[in-house]
């Protein structure tokens, strides 16, 4: 059974960083790409970085060179480096997977960047 649990987020001010872990089990992490959302209240869902199978990253142009994503094979765990937090970035992260042409998410952290 393929499940991801997101974990890290919270408060913090603007120009601080959080990093946020993405736990999964039920599948073999290195062998597909994980990715993450975002949705800020109000808004939908938005694509914010990809780890690939092949350990190669995406991001959307507005966090490039401040969010990093990584993984940490042994753990079977994915992570979002979060610097230079901005007040757009408040919002409930999460974490996906697809896994035989099914959708798999996590139930979402939330991070809020605030003064």
């Known amino acids: 059974q393929v499940q991801l649990v997101e974990s890290g987020g919270g408060s913090v001010q603007p120009g601080g960083s959080l990093t946020l872990s993405c736990a999964t089990s039920?599948?073999?992490?290195?062998?597909?790409?994980i990715n993450w959302f975002r949705q800020a209240p109000g808004k939908e869902r938005e694509w914010v970085a990809t780890?690939?199978?092949?350990?190669?990253?995406t991001y959307t142009p507005s966090v490039q060179g401040r969010f990093f994503t990584s993984r940490d094979n042994a753990k079977d765990t994915a992570y979002l480096q979060m610097n230079t937090l901005k007040p757009d970035d408040t919002a409930v992260y999460f974490c996906?997977?697809?896994?035989?042409?099914?959708?798999?998410w996590g139930q979402g952290t939330l991070v809020t960047v605030s003064s």
């Open positions: 996906d997977v697809i896994v035989r042409g099914q959708n798999y």
């Open positions: 780890k690939s199978r092949w350990d190669g990253t």
């Open positions: 039920g599948f073999t992490i290195t062998q597909y790409d």
